[in-house]
């Protein structure tokens, strides 16, 4: 009957037809046939529903970048549907799915937390809103680590660029940015690293000082770290040999 | 029937009618309006005004009028009266070339089917305007008529047809340029810089005279310019007129007044704490007394044509101080001298707190952060930014013209701002397939090359897209097979291996056979190979030292070659093997810039030296009693008197001989490359280059080996033969051609063991959009190969001319032509070589 209904011009066939394909599963063949019939029921009753479907078929099918803007068109153009909220939250579930790898240009994970805050803002009782919170979080966390992984890589290359203090930057942004990232203590333990690392290559003029930074790096260091950290060996050795390295300082003074 | 309401009752809407010529159906007519049976409306209100504008906005309706046809009690029953507008079928272009007509449509959108307005009509006429008079048409006049098509099967609906004449006349030129009121300057000097408004000449071959009244506009801007170069500041044009002498001529009459000359008088500097008057004085380099040239003075401040000028606003913006201005004030003008304060706002130095990239779709942060030469933190420098810029488009992943730069949040108070890298991705993949007839057989190739691969990803089915991509990795792979022979050759190659210096790490495989041609059956005899399997591992590293365009590169290599039954006068011996082991130590520098396809400036050169471990002085074989062992067996082939079995036995004894000398291949080789871009004039790119290169051995008696050598001529692609040859191009000849003579004033075909080139090309590009990019060049160039030191001589040069044509695309890689003639004889020939073709496929630059 596809087949048959793809070439007949009779749209409400094609109408019929697709929607039985939708409902057993068959949703590319089901987009192509309301492909062809959406402009026909344009300003039409029976259209809402077309609409939905046709939106929900690439949703199905994975093409979330059309299936995003299909159920956007459907949420201003029939805003006292009933199935508005559904539409809604699928079109920020949809460009939810767009968002790519963290390391990636994120303009589409902003996008979608946008859409999926929006959506929760509106409809704060929604069922679907529980789902969103989710979303949102796993999105937040997705600019987190983009952050975090930035930063950390200045501290990587730090030798090379001869910059130490672009990682000690970079996470303060980080820590300012991110208040209760699960990354925080991290954060303070490279930004440590990177303090100490410029402290014990510095020309001799500005070492002391720079000896002197570490110290502060290190108690906030241990300010945010929890038990049992991985890290916590490496920044007690650090600070000994600060305090070595300070000795000879106040010995000469 | 007109009811009118005045006092905005409420009323239920009972009924919609709709009347008027249209092909619509009532109820959609209805439901575009937003009117709705059984809905409350009230008259007059919004609601009624709405669906009118509704209608309208729909672009297809014209006379839209909405009446109460009847009240009953509080039901209203409505009537909606619109015609459709009339759609447009047919479109007749008059009084241009047929081949123009459709790009004309296309670019007015009359399509059938557009409604046809009012609105439509006149743009179209405008836009066909002002195209041909950008053109050079001054006296273009378009007419359009729209003529309404009586259509007897679908009556209900109006149709028009369109009729657009366009008399472009004939291309104005200007037959002469008057000026009055010049007193100072020559008017040819004038005439000259007038840059797209020329006087009718014969000399004016690359720029012809045309009138276009846009130009003009901007060349009466460049006179007054030019007065105002030379101090007279006040000069301006006073009138100016478009004289029509015929259909196809023009005069053009400029008046100016010239003013007074004035010329600088002292200059100060005010606000100025971070450089002393003294600094920026000698940035300035204007001096009391020199004639006042406004242009100077703004290009010293501020040169917005050059980004890396040495002017006064380079000197903060290089140093922090991003909101920084600096404004030349007159405070006298006192007897045409002038006197200028130069008011300076330093501002704090501005420091970077977030650097972020966005548009990488495909390369991953990490690819590009590590390119970065502004880092959170950091002051801001412009000339980092630029180069920073220039350093990305270098990767070959981004499209050079589109890399941008955001400045966000600046915070003048705290000193304090935010940098935005926009990039936009551009294809880096190159797919080679390819089959021919060629060298007696099919010939298949496919090689697959792609330039920001993800090794990470290889085993991550979701990355695929087609192929993992991002991490800044190249991996190429090629097949190459034909009756006669095999290449199977796999490279890959990481820029940053370890992620914290940019160590580049590459290693390639290869394996290539060869088999010999039966000369009974006409096809390969696959008994008789050559079989070459080759490894090679290297590590290349940038150097901060003596500047960071230098590269060090070292590689160990190792090269397999067995022949079974293969009997060439390439090799003494048809059964055998041979070892290449070997370490490759480079050097090069590399400044040019901008487009890697297309540089217009900087210069690259290496120089590298390949060399095996001396085997000879510690593997106790006597090779001096080997080279004469040879010689006296030479000797006993050469001369006929002996008897064939003798010959033959002697022969074989060469063979063994040399299976000895070659088991371990020993030599040295050093090459060295030189090239330079230079723009010389507006777009004309020069490159002159040289190169040089050197085969040796440790042991004269073990003598230089048959592998590695160098072979000059034609186009330089590398050939499938995998026995270490260097293939350098020699336009004008054929491929490999340029061979060294042999003692007996014979051409040899194993290629040399010296060799020198001198080239220079003078590039000039066409179009350098990132979907294509296409140059044309000329070159002139010369070579020269010998198989011995003492027979060098780098100036007999075979040498040749021509030129040639490259395109570059994303998708296909390079691909060129060139011509070239070589003038002089081949080796063991007479005659100039003549003419030859070349193609160039995938060879970069």
């Given amino acids: 009957p596809y087949q048959i209904a793809l070439k007949k011009p009779d749209i409400s066939e094609k109408f019929k037809v697709g929607e039985e394909l939708y409902n057993k599963g068959k949703f590319d063949k089901a987009n192509k046939l309301f492909a062809q019939i959406v402009p026909e029921y344009r300003g039409k009753p029976q259209a809402e529903k077309l609409m939905f479907l046709y939106s929900n078929t690439f949703y199905e099918m994975k093409d979330y970048y059309l299936a995003s803007y299909q159920f956007e068109r459907f949420v201003s153009a029939y805003p006292n549907s009933g199935k508005v909220e559904e539409a809604f939250f699928l079109s920020a579930k949809a460009a939810y799915m767009l968002s790519p790898i963290f390391s990636k240009d994120q303009i589409e994970t902003r996008d979608a937390i946008e859409k999926l805050q929006t959506f929760i803002n509106l409809y704060p009782n929604s069922e679907f809103t529980p789902e969103a919170n989710e979303l949102v979080r796993e999105l937040d966390y997705k600019l987190e680590t983009k952050a975090f992984e930035i930063a950390k890589q200045y501290n990587t290359i730090a030798e090379y660029t001869a910059d130490y203090n672009a990682s000690i930057t970079a996470f303060d942004n980080f820590i300012l940015d991110f208040p209760g990232s699960p990354y925080r203590e991290e954060a303070y333990f490279y930004k440590l690293d990177s303090a100490y690392k410029l402290a014990i290559n510095s020309v001799e003029t500005k070492k002391q000082d720079r000896l002197e930074d570490v110290k502060i790096h290190y108690s906030n260091y241990k300010k945010s770290y929890k038990e049992e950290s991985k890290y916590l060996k490496e920044a007690e050795k650090m600070l000994e040999h600060i305090i070595k390295e300070l000795e000879k300082y106040s010995t000469k003074s | ?845």
């Avoid at chain 2, 009012?118 to 006296?139: A, D, P, Q, V």
């Avoid at chain 2, 007159?330 to 330093?346: K, P, Q, T, V």
């Avoid at chain 2, 003692?743 to 979907?771: C, M, V």
């Fill in chain 2, 1 to 845: 029937q007109d009811t009118n309401a005045q006092n905005g009752k409420k009323y239920t809407v009972g009924g919609i009618d709709v009347i008027g010529e249209t092909s619509f159906s009532k109820q959609t007519i209805v439901t575009y309006s937003g009117l709705r049976v059984g809905e409350e409306v009230i008259i007059p209100g919004d609601k009624i005004s709405n669906a009118i504008k509704k209608l309208w906005n729909s672009n297809l309706f014209n006379n839209i009028e909405i009446y109460i046809n009847r009240i009953e009690d509080n039901v209203v029953f409505l009537e909606i009266r619109l015609d459709d507008l009339p759609e447009l079928n047919e479109v007749k272009i008059n009084g241009v070339k047929k081949s123009k007509v459709e790009k004309l449509i296309t670019e007015n959108t009359l399509n059938k089917g557009v409604k046809v307005t009012e609105n439509l009509i006149t743009t179209t006429k405008n836009y066909l305007i002002s195209k041909y008079k950008k053109e050079g048409f001054y006296n273009t006049k378009v007419n359009i008529n729209t003529i309404e098509v009586q259509d007897t099967i679908q009556t209900s609906k109006s149709v028009m047809n369109m009729v657009v004449n366009i008399d472009k006349g004939k291309k104005v030129k200007v037959k002469e340029i008057h000026f009055s009121g010049n007193t100072v300057i020559p008017d040819s000097k004038l005439k000259k810089a007038m840059k797209n408004t020329k006087q009718k000449s014969i000399t004016h071959v690359l720029k012809r005279s045309k009138f276009i009244e846009t130009d003009f506009k901007a060349d009466l801007k460049s006179i007054v310019d030019k007065y105002k170069e030379n101090g007279y500041r006040d000069a301006r044009v006073l009138s100016d007129s478009v004289v029509v002498i015929d259909s196809k001529n023009v005069s053009v009459y400029i008046n100016l007044e010239v003013g007074e000359l004035y010329s600088f008088g002292k200059i100060s500097f005010i606000g100025n704490t971070v450089y002393s008057d003294d600094v920026l004085r000698r940035i300035l380099r204007i001096y009391p007394g020199e004639t006042y040239n406004g242009t100077l003075l703004s290009k010293r401040i501020a040169d917005n044509e050059n980004p890396d000028a040495s002017d006064i606003t380079n000197l903060y913006q290089n140093n922090g101080y991003l909101f920084s201005t600096i404004n030349p004030v007159e405070i006298s003008a006192e007897g045409n001298i002038i006197d200028l304060e130069i008011r300076i706002s330093e501002g704090k130095p501005v420091y970077f707190t977030n650097v972020t990239v966005v548009g990488n779709d495909v390369t991953n942060d990490h690819v590009i952060y590590r390119e970065l030469h502004t880092r959170p933190g950091q002051l801001y420098n412009k000339s980092n930014v630029i180069r920073t810029i220039r350093e990305l488009s270098q990767l070959g992943f981004f499209d050079a013209a589109q890399i941008a730069t955001n400045f966000n949040n600046p915070n003048p108070n705290e000193g304090t701002i935010d940098l935005e890298y926009v990039v936009v991705e551009t294809g880096s993949s190159q797919i080679e397939l390819q089959g021919g007839y060629g060298g007696g057989g099919f010939i298949g190739t496919l090689g697959l090359s792609f330039n920001n691969f993800s090794l990470r990803n290889l085993f991550n089915i979701k990355e695929y897209k087609p192929v993992p991509r991002g991490d800044g990795q190249q991996l190429s792979l090629r097949l190459q097979a034909s009756q006669f022979y095999q290449t199977y050759s796999f490279s890959f190659s990481e820029p940053w291996l370890g992620g914290e210096k940019p160590v580049q790490f590459s290693t390639s495989v290869s394996h290539t056979k060869q088999f010999l041609y039966d000369a009974q059956t006409g096809k390969a005899d696959r008994d008789k190979a050559f079989t070459i399997t080759g490894l090679s591992v290297g590590l290349a590293k940038r150097l901060n030292e003596p500047d960071n365009f230098f590269t060090l590169s070292q590689a160990i290599s190792y090269q397999h070659y067995n022949l079974k039954d293969y009997n060439t006068g390439l090799f003494t011996f048809g059964d055998g093997y041979s070892n290449n082991l070997a370490y490759t130590i480079g050097i090069s520098r590399n400044s040019t810039y901008n487009d890697p396809v297309y540089p217009v400036g900087g210069s690259s050169f290496s120089a590298s030296a390949k060399v095996t471990l001396p085997y000879s002085l510690f593997n106790n074989v006597d090779y001096y009693a080997l080279k004469h062992d040879r010689e006296d067996l030479q000797a006993i082939v050469d001369d006929p008197n002996y008897s064939n079995s003798q010959r033959v036995t002697a022969a074989e004894g060469i063979a063994e001989i040399d299976q000895e000398r070659f088991k371990w291949l020993e030599f040295y080789k050093i090459q060295f490359k030189a090239e330079w871009f230079a723009e010389i004039v507006k777009k004309f790119v020069l490159k002159p280059s040289v190169e040089f290169g050197f085969l040796g051995a440790y042991n004269q008696n073990r003598g230089d080996i048959p592998f590695e050598r160098f072979f000059l001529g034609g186009d330089g692609l590398g050939s499938y033969s995998l026995d270490g040859r260097e293939t350098i191009s020699l336009r004008g000849y054929p491929n490999q051609s340029i061979q060294p003579l042999d003692e007996n004033g014979y051409a040899t075909s194993d290629g040399g063991t010296i060799y020198n080139k001198f080239s220079l090309e003078l590039r000039y590009p066409i179009t350098l959009k990132a979907q294509a990019k296409i140059y044309v060049l000329g070159f002139v160039e010369g070579g020269i190969s010998y198989n011995a030191f003492n027979d060098y001589n780098p100036y007999d040069l075979k040498r040749s001319a021509g030129a040639g044509l490259r395109v570059f695309m994303p998708a296909f890689g390079l691909l060129g032509i060139d011509l070239g003639y070589g003038f002089d004889a081949l080796p063991g020939q007479t005659q100039p070589n003549g003419w030859e073709t070349h193609f160039i496929i995938g060879q970069q630059f």
